[in-house]
């Protein structure tokens, strides 16, 4: 047996042998032969570097391999290359050779390039056979018989400019088996393949999809229609199968149907472009999803095949795997058309019997959309929520996180642009029913916690019959109407109107002021991060009524808040907000220009009846100096204050701005242990200007270049000794002080018809600052004559009897301030001793 196989073995070396000896002495005339058979069967030049003969390239095929292939298209102007390969294998049948018939059986494609395209007004540049060697003669010693294409590492293009379309993929061994009868060309494509792109239009189908081909086609060249057999692409476990004809003899015409199998959610958005599906391409089904449909009619510019497609899905579930939620036991049927006119505008899209559920909670609906071009929607949803479980699955970017129920009934009837500006209440309805909802807004510190209302849509105005619920510490009730609701959320830029009466048991301002603090990219023109502020949206208006029973802002502890508050173009203003603190009654009203979030303005014109004094020191912690404090006063303030006031971002007041003007009347006031009265012990002993009662005292103060005026006030006191004591002066906020007292002598020792202002008077200068200031004598500083009873120069002087029939001259004080003008306070000038 052995000896046989040896036997055999050495006879087929021989005869490989004698082949090979044969091809190698002949091999020039087969390539000639070769080369005059290829130029009678293409109507195109073939270049290539060179050509060899060879029975191991493709064996057990005779081959002719050609190297560095360039071929020309057909169309005369084109300077794109059809084809461009590394090799170019054409192999026959030995007993073809034994016959002397070389038949070119099989062509086997390189690495190379293949580009197809038709140009602009529709000629393709691969019509490379000449027409009248389609069918081989028998008789012919060489001829082109395919039987076989083959494609390695070979990437295929197509592009249609009159269509706008481009096809390219790349095959890293594609067969096809080609039959030729007549005119007809049977093509039979199976094998991997890895598809760039399908583009039609400004759209990018199929993008980056390794796909397995099982493609039958029957190619009529005489009649040009192409007949696609029952052919079926598979894209992972998905399959898609495609039947039908093309005919391209003029425009062409369609006659397609497709139809998918075993398919889910993400193998249909992958064939889909981008911009119809980044909204959902995180998302993932289980269970059957299905679509079939037709295109027939004519496909050119003028005209649009009509499109039929039906699709849905039984018991599906759909899951986004990083948020671990999923809609269970979904159920709907769809269906698409292009409509009687094939175009975008006479295209309906409808949804019907959609049902599921998420996280267990049921919800239904329907949907039919019309006219893409200017979309008409009908829309019905009812649905039980859990919003945790909601915002996970579809997240929405201005709500960070979420917890609670919610119930929703929702109805649209009209033109998407409709709806988006102002739906009529015809054409937007609906509930939301809210039960214990927490949400952690993108641009707000504090969550809104506790919410549980109704809310109601009516047209573009969502009404608020009653919702109650907590943002942060601070508690709120009410109703009212949101106005524009649907186009401030459909369109950027819209104004949102909010019409409420709001109670509440506490509001702490603490928090609410700093409640709104939107993303980086909100903040400012520029879009730079701005830190802190009171930041309020351009669009948003209000109207609210306020009623609290608490008021919590630092120091301030306030009861029974009532007034209302508006809010226009990034400008709250108030016609009067009333409080109850500091043991007594405030009011204010004006406007607070919030457009600058690092510099706000309030204008306001504020009251007080009956406020103690060391409460309002306390609650606005002493006005920023510790000259005067808290402890120091007692009594009770009746003021009014007309303001221009500054805030920086973070609401820190800006003094250099500062502008008032305060009328004040104090009753029953009380000065204790105040420090400089202690050092005016020459007119009364320590222990009563430890404790200075004084009566009503009225005077208008003004607050400019970070400076308090104090024009000239008398203060009648509890001291004998000083009854009257007048003061005037300046104080300012780095607390520099320049006071001017004025004491009349002994006015408790003279009747009071005698106490004249003109008297002998002492008179002192405190100036410094709170922690080091010195009180000194003042002289000096009289405008009028010297008083009989005194010179300036000598000291005392002797009485000299007024002339009776001389007018006595018409006394000023010797300290004068008039409202100032917008200039740093100067020294006054005057002498000063120690004291």
């Given at each position: 047996?052995?000896?046989i196989?040896?036997?055999?073995?050495?006879?087929?070396?021989?005869?490989?042998?004698?082949?090979g000896?044969?091809?190698w002495?002949?091999?020039?005339?087969?390539?000639?032969?070769?080369v005059?058979?290829?130029?009678q069967?293409?109507?195109v030049?073939?270049?290539?570097?060179?050509?060899?003969?060879s029975v191991?390239?493709?064996?057990?095929?005779?081959?002719?391999?050609l190297?560095?292939?360039?071929m020309?298209?057909?169309?005369?102007?084109d300077?794109?290359?059809?084809?461009?390969a590394?090799?170019?294998?054409?192999?026959?049948?030995a007993?073809?050779?034994l016959?002397?018939h070389?038949?070119?059986r099989r062509?086997?494609?390189?690495d190379?390039?293949?580009?197809?395209?038709?140009?602009?007004?529709?000629?393709?540049?691969?019509?490379?056979?000449?027409?009248?060697t389609?069918?081989?003669?028998?008789?012919?010693?060489?001829?082109l018989?395919?039987r076989?294409i083959?494609?390695?590492?070979?990437?295929?293009?197509?592009?249609?400019a009159?269509r706008?379309?481009?096809f390219a993929?790349?095959?890293?061994?594609?067969?096809?088996?080609?039959?030729?009868v007549g005119?007809?060309?049977?093509v039979?494509?199976?094998?991997?393949?890895?598809i760039e792109?399908?583009?039609?239009?400004?759209?990018?189908?199929?993008?980056?999809k390794?796909?397995?081909?099982?493609?039958?086609?029957?190619v009529?060249?005489?009649?040009?229609?192409?007949?696609?057999s029952?052919?079926?692409?598979a894209?992972?476990?998905a399959?898609?199968?495609v039947?039908?004809?093309?005919?391209?003899?003029?425009?062409?015409q369609?006659?397609?149907?497709?139809?998918?199998?075993?398919?889910?959610?993400?193998?249909?958005?992958?064939?889909?472009?981008?911009?119809?599906?980044q909204?959902?391409?995180?998302?993932?089904s289980?269970?059957?999803?299905?679509f079939?449909?037709t295109?027939?009619?004519?496909w050119?510019?003028?005209?649009?095949?009509a499109?039929e497609?039906?699709?849905?899905?039984?018991?599906?579930?759909?899951?986004?795997?990083?948020?671990?939620q999923?809609?269970?036991a979904?159920?709907?049927?769809?269906?698409?058309?292009?409509?009687a006119?094939?175009?975008?505008?006479?295209?309906v899209?409808?949804?019907?019997?959609?049902?599921?559920?998420?996280?267990?909670?049921?919800?239904?609906?329907?949907?039919?959309?019309e006219?893409l071009?200017?979309?008409?929607?009908?829309?019905?949803?009812?649905?039980?929520?859990?919003?945790?479980?909601?915002?996970?699955?579809?997240?929405?970017a201005?709500?960070?996180?979420?917890?609670?129920?919610?119930?929703?009934?929702l109805?649209l009837?009209?033109?998407?642009?409709?709806?988006?500006?102002?739906?009529?209440?015809q054409?937007?309805?609906?509930?939301?029913?809210?039960?214990?909802?927490?949400l952690?807004?993108r641009d707000?510190?504090?969550?809104l916690?506790?919410?549980?209302?109704?809310?109601?849509?009516?047209g573009?105005?969502?009404?608020?019959?009653?919702?109650?619920g907590?943002?942060?510490?601070?508690?709120?009730?009410?109703?009212?109407?949101?106005?524009?609701?649907?186009?401030?959320?459909?369109r950027?830029?819209q104004?949102?109107?909010?019409?409420?009466?709001?109670?509440?048991q506490l509001?702490?301002?603490?928090?609410?002021?700093?409640?709104?603090?939107?993303?980086s990219?909100q903040?400012?023109?520029g879009?730079?991060?701005?830190?802190?502020?009171?930041?309020?949206p351009?669009?948003?208006?209000?109207?609210?009524?306020?009623q609290?029973?608490?008021?919590?802002?630092?120091?301030?502890?306030?009861?029974q808040?009532?007034?209302?508050?508006r809010?226009?173009?990034?400008?709250?203003?108030?016609?009067?907000?009333?409080?109850?603190a500091?043991g007594?009654q405030?009011?204010?009203?004006?406007t607070?220009?919030?457009?600058?979030p690092?510099?706000?303005?309030?204008?306001?014109?504020?009251?007080?009846?009956?406020?103690?004094?060391d409460?309002?020191?306390?609650?606005f912690?002493?006005f920023?100096?510790?000259?005067?404090t808290?402890?120091h006063?007692r009594?009770?303030?009746?003021?009014s204050?007309?303001?221009?006031?500054?805030?920086?971002?973070q609401?820190r007041?800006l003094?250099?701005?500062?502008?008032?003007?305060?009328?004040?009347t104090?009753?029953?006031?009380?000065?204790?242990?105040f420090?400089?009265?202690q050092k005016?012990s020459?007119?009364?002993?320590?222990?009563t200007?430890?404790?200075?009662?004084f009566?009503?005292?009225?005077?208008?103060?003004?607050?400019?270049?970070?400076?308090?005026?104090?024009?000239?006030?008398?203060?009648?006191?509890n001291?004998?000794?000083?009854a009257?004591?007048?003061?005037?002066?300046?104080?300012?906020?780095?607390?520099?002080?320049?006071?001017?007292?004025?004491?009349?002598?002994?006015?408790?020792?003279?009747?009071?018809t005698?106490?004249?202002?003109?008297?002998?008077t002492?008179?002192l200068?405190?100036?410094?600052?709170e922690?080091?200031?010195?009180?000194?004598?003042?002289?000096?500083?009289?405008?009028r004559?010297?008083?009989?009873g005194?010179?300036?120069?000598?000291?005392?002087a002797?009485?000299?009897?007024?002339?009776?029939?001389?007018?006595?001259p018409?006394?000023?004080?010797?300290?004068?301030l008039?409202?100032?003008?917008k200039k740093p306070?100067e020294?006054?000038?005057?002498?000063?001793f120690?004291?």
């Amino acid at each position: 047996m052995g000896r046989i196989l040896k036997i055999v073995g050495l006879t087929l070396l021989s005869l490989l042998l004698a082949a090979g000896l044969g091809l190698w002495l002949g091999q020039d005339w087969l390539i000639g032969r070769f080369v005059v058979a290829l130029n009678q069967h293409l109507a195109v030049p073939v270049r290539a570097s060179r050509l060899d003969v060879s029975v191991l390239d493709q064996f057990p095929r005779l081959s002719i391999t050609l190297h560095d292939v360039v071929m020309q298209g057909s169309l005369p102007a084109d300077t794109t290359r059809l084809l461009r390969a590394r090799r170019l294998y054409c192999a026959f049948d030995a007993l073809d050779l034994l016959r002397g018939h070389y038949r070119i059986r099989r062509l086997t494609l390189a690495d190379g390039q293949l580009h197809l395209h038709r140009d602009a007004t529709g000629q393709p540049n691969y019509l490379i056979l000449r027409p009248d060697t389609a069918a081989s003669d028998d008789e012919q010693p060489f001829a082109l018989e395919l039987r076989g294409i083959r494609l390695e590492r070979v990437r295929a293009t197509y592009t249609d400019a009159a269509r706008r379309q481009f096809f390219a993929l790349q095959t890293p061994d594609l067969r096809a088996a080609v039959r030729l009868v007549g005119p007809r060309v049977e093509v039979a494509v199976t094998g991997p393949a890895r598809i760039e792109t399908v583009r039609l239009g400004s759209d990018d189908y199929f993008r980056a999809k390794d796909v397995r081909l099982n493609v039958l086609l029957d190619v009529d060249r005489a009649a040009q229609l192409v007949n696609i057999s029952p052919s079926t692409i598979a894209v992972g476990p998905a399959s898609y199968s495609v039947s039908g004809t093309i005919d391209y003899a003029k425009a062409s015409q369609l006659d397609l149907r497709a139809a998918a199998r075993q398919a889910d959610l993400q193998a249909v958005l992958a064939l889909l472009p981008t911009r119809l599906t980044q909204r959902l391409a995180g998302y993932r089904s289980r269970g059957q999803v299905y679509f079939e449909g037709t295109v027939r009619g004519e496909w050119s510019e003028q005209r649009n095949p009509a499109v039929e497609v039906r699709f849905g899905c039984r018991q599906a579930s759909f899951f986004h795997p990083e948020y671990r939620q999923q809609v269970e036991a979904v159920s709907l049927t769809g269906q698409f058309s292009n409509g009687a006119g094939r175009t975008a505008r006479t295209a309906v899209l409808t949804l019907k019997q959609v049902r599921g559920q998420l996280a267990g909670r049921p919800f239904s609906g329907s949907m039919r959309l019309e006219n893409l071009a200017q979309p008409t929607l009908q829309l019905a949803l009812q649905a039980e929520l859990d919003v945790a479980r909601a915002l996970k699955f579809f997240p929405v970017a201005a709500v960070r996180s979420g917890a609670g129920e919610a119930s929703l009934h929702l109805v649209l009837n009209g033109s998407l642009a409709t709806l988006r500006r102002r739906p009529s209440a015809q054409q937007a309805s609906g509930k939301l029913a809210l039960r214990g909802v927490t949400l952690q807004l993108r641009d707000f510190r504090q969550p809104l916690t506790g919410l549980t209302g109704q809310l109601e849509l009516r047209g573009a105005d969502v009404a608020v019959s009653s919702m109650q619920g907590r943002l942060g510490n601070s508690d709120f009730r009410g109703r009212g109407t949101v106005r524009n609701a649907t186009g401030w959320a459909l369109r950027p830029g819209q104004p949102l109107r909010i019409e409420a009466t709001v109670t509440s048991q506490l509001l702490d301002f603490n928090q609410l002021l700093y409640a709104y603090q939107p993303a980086s990219g909100q903040r400012g023109s520029g879009g730079a991060a701005q830190a802190g502020g009171l930041h309020v949206p351009a669009r948003l208006v209000l109207d609210v009524g306020l009623q609290a029973q608490q008021v919590r802002y630092r120091r301030l502890r306030g009861r029974q808040l009532r007034g209302t508050l508006r809010l226009q173009n990034q400008v709250f203003n108030s016609p009067g907000l009333r409080l109850t603190a500091a043991g007594g009654q405030l009011s204010v009203r004006g406007t607070v220009d919030a457009r600058r979030p690092q510099l706000l303005k309030a204008s306001t014109v504020a009251s007080c009846q009956q406020v103690q004094l060391d409460s309002l020191f306390y609650v606005f912690e002493d006005f920023g100096q510790r000259f005067l404090t808290s402890r120091h006063l007692r009594g009770m303030l009746t003021a009014s204050a007309e303001s221009d006031t500054y805030f920086d971002g973070q609401l820190r007041p800006l003094t250099d701005r500062l502008e008032a003007q305060v009328k004040a009347t104090v009753r029953q006031g009380e000065l204790l242990n105040f420090e400089p009265l202690q050092k005016l012990s020459l007119v009364a002993n320590r222990a009563t200007l430890r404790h200075l009662r004084f009566a009503e005292l009225q005077n208008d103060f003004y607050i400019q270049s970070r400076t308090v005026y104090i024009p000239e006030m008398e203060i009648r006191s509890n001291v004998r000794a000083a009854a009257l004591i007048r003061v005037t002066g300046t104080h300012t906020f780095d607390q520099q002080l320049d006071y001017h007292v004025r004491i009349p002598l002994l006015p408790g020792l003279l009747p009071r018809t005698a106490a004249r202002a003109d008297g002998p008077t002492l008179r002192l200068g405190i100036k410094g600052t709170e922690s080091n200031f010195v009180v000194r004598y003042e002289t000096g500083l009289l405008s009028r004559p010297a008083s009989p009873g005194r010179n300036p120069a000598t000291g005392p002087a002797t009485a000299v009897p007024a002339d009776p029939g001389t007018a006595a001259p018409k006394t000023r004080p010797s300290w004068e301030l008039k409202k100032p003008t917008k200039k740093p306070a100067e020294p006054q000038p005057g002498d000063y001793f120690e004291f």
